[in-house]
Nanobody, 126 residues
Framework: QLQVVESGGGLVQPGGSLRLSCAASGFPLDYLAIGWFRQAPGKEREGVSCVSRSGGATDYADSVKERFTISRDSAKNTVYLQMNSLKPEDTAVYYC???????????????????WGQGTQVTVSS
């Protein structure tokens, strides 16, 4: 059964970096589109970045463009989110999600991702 598990969150100072990992199990990563989402206290969940099955298509929220980079390692069945130049407003619980239904593209909306991880906390504070 497909499962995804996030790791790599923590406390970092403004301007710092973190790398989040999303490890998939039970299904080959090559057949999954992966999205990263985040939810800050009192706010709705928002899409941050995503990568298509093949890795040929990626997308980023405007608020993280030029700072975050998504990548995938099929050998490790893992997708990474490299976050640089972190800001206090990046503080949130970060979730990864997977779907088998998207081919050749990915999207930053909750639907159609149907497997979600438990989330990892990212706190940006001095």
């Amino acid at each position: 059964q497909l499962q995804v598990v996030e790791s790599g969150g923590g406390l970092v100072q403004p301007g710092g970096s973190l790398r989040l990992s999303c490890a998939a199990s039970g299904f080959p990563l090559d057949y999954l589109a992966i999205g990263w989402f985040r939810q800050a206290p009192g706010k709705e969940r928002e899409g941050v970045s995503c990568v298509s099955r093949s890795g040929g298509a990626t997308d980023y929220a405007d608020s993280v463009k030029e700072r975050f980079t998504i990548s995938r390692d099929s050998a490790k069945n893992t997708v990474y989110l490299q976050m640089n130049s972190l800001k206090p407003e990046d503080t949130a619980v970060y979730y990864c999600a997977a779907t088998k239904s998207l081919v050749g593209l990915c999207v930053l909306t909750d639907k159609p991702y149907d497997r979600w991880g438990q989330g990892t906390q990212v706190t940006v504070s001095s």
